[in-house]
């Protein structure tokens, strides 16, 4: 395949997703049986302004496919952010040759990538990595499959000390925004109800919602909670709320936080970076650019960087109706 670019950088930014290094292995692979240069970019923007590089070969990603988090680390960098910053970024990779860019993460990372594609012409390429879900363009997002699968696991085991004791747990799990994680992890794991930003069901409809489980026989509930749920003020207060109404319940709260990021990615989420990265590559060697790799009814799929950006995902409705019927 004739192409001019002749080494690209590769790099992770935002939050971890498991099936990163997966991704990572992928783009440095394929680089090398197109005989191109692969150069890994440690900590995202912040490597790039602190000229922070690698050289990589097939054999630097022996064995990582299986592990968790991103060996060239991630990080936030607000100097990237400026017109400065980002002119130390670009002397930077063109000192050491690079002249195209792999970028794996969020929106966040694809405003970057976006910004600088525009201002100096590099060509760039995004693969989604983030367990949020939460980007326009694509069914799945590298990491999402691995949480859900997480989160399931630490329910079922809830649900356990739940049965046992006659409790009523309230876990919250990620989603800031959107409750992706929340709604399926929820139907996974038979949950009673489930919180989500983008479906605010009320306090009296929560309650009415534990006295038809209670008069129904149940003798113990999992409420499942997105971080960005705005049923209460937070998921204690939510506690304390419903304790004050129904003293006879024993309630506890389980905050998953980052465990949800963490752990070797699910077979769907190395698969799925391997395809992305290939394609991610392969793509810019086409001459395309500008555009972010996506999963759509298992057929990859390029959708402009500014649309993934822009574009606003949709919670299933259809989802919503079975955990209606499912919590019966």
């Excluded at 012409?121 to 997002?141: A, E, F, R």
């Excluded at 049965?163 to 992890?185: C, K, P, Q, T």
């Excluded at 069901?201 to 009415?208: A, T, V």
Aim: proline residues 3%; glycine residues 12%.
């Amino acid at each position: 395949m004739e192409t001019s670019i002749k080494n690209i950088g590769v790099f992770t930014s935002g939050g971890d997703a498991p099936g990163m290094n997966a991704a990572i292995r992928s783009v440095v692979r394929t680089c090398a049986y197109h005989n191109i240069k692969c150069t890994g970019i440690y900590r995202g923007y912040e490597g790039m302004i602190k000229g922070d590089f690698i050289e990589l070969g097939p054999r630097s990603v022996n064995n990582i496919i299986n592990k968790g988090g991103t060996f060239l680390q991630s990080a936030r960098c607000l100097e990237f952010k400026t017109p400065e910053g980002r002119k130390i970024a670009y002397e930077n990779i063109t000192k050491v040759g690079i002249d195209a860019l792999v970028v794996i993460g969020g929106d966040g990372s694809f405003t970057g990538a976006e910004i600088f594609h525009k201002e100096y012409g590099i060509p760039c390429m995004g693969i989604p990595g983030t367990i949020d879900n939460d980007i326009y363009g694509t069914s799945n997002t590298i990491g999402y499959d691995t949480a859900l699968n997480t989160v399931v696991e630490a329910i079922d085991k809830i649900r356990d000390t739940a049965s046992s004791h006659n409790r009523l747990f309230f876990v919250e799990v990620m989603g800031r925004d959107v409750g992706y994680i929340a709604l399926n992890a929820g139907i996974g794991a038979g949950a009673e109800e489930i919180l989500i930003p983008e479906e605010n069901i009320g306090k009296d409809h929560l309650l009415k919602s534990l006295e038809r489980s209670s008069s129904s026989g149940k003798h113990s509930s999992i409420i499942i909670v997105a971080e960005g749920d705005k049923t209460g003020k937070n998921i204690f207060e939510l506690k304390d709320y419903v304790e004050k109404r129904h003293p006879n319940y024993d309630i506890r709260v389980s905050v998953l936080g980052h465990m949800q990021r963490g752990g070797a990615p699910s077979c769907f989420d190395r698969v799925l970076a391997s395809r992305s990265g290939v394609k991610a590559v392969e793509s810019l060697l086409e001459g395309k650019t500008g555009l972010m790799v996506g999963i759509n009814d298992n057929k990859l799929t390029l959708t402009p960087l500014e649309q993934a950006i822009k574009g606003s995902t949709e919670i299933d409705k259809e989802l919503l109706r079975v955990n209606n019927i499912m919590s019966i």
